[in-house]
């Protein structure tokens, strides 16, 4: 029979690789503590560092304005179209 890979949640990886950077606890202390492989806490690491500059150095996505604001702009002329038509239902014409 063979046994299941245990999966962690990204939080947890995080925080055992946060613990890990720190340096209060060993690698070891660490993995036993957590009950994962050593092997596995120095991974998570390694990770963690390489993906520190990404978080820093993200350039926020191009947003076009005329994206944003097209389909509002169509909402409103839709909903003026229907409040038209209801002034005009209710005989309420001003």
Do not use: C
Request: net charge positive.
């Amino acid at each position: 029979m063979t046994a299941k890979r245990k999966r962690h949640k990204p939080e947890f990886k995080a925080q055992v690789a946060l613990e890990a950077y720190k340096g209060e606890k060993t690698i070891n202390q660490l993995a036993s503590e957590h009950e994962v492989a050593a092997v596995q806490v120095s991974q998570w690491k390694r990770q963690l560092l390489q993906g520190v500059p990404e978080v820093f150095g993200r350039a926020r996505p191009e947003v076009d304005p005329d994206a944003l604001t097209a389909p509002l702009y169509q909402e409103i002329g839709r909903l003026k179209m229907e409040l038209d038509w209801l002034k005009k239902k209710s005989g309420n014409v001003h």
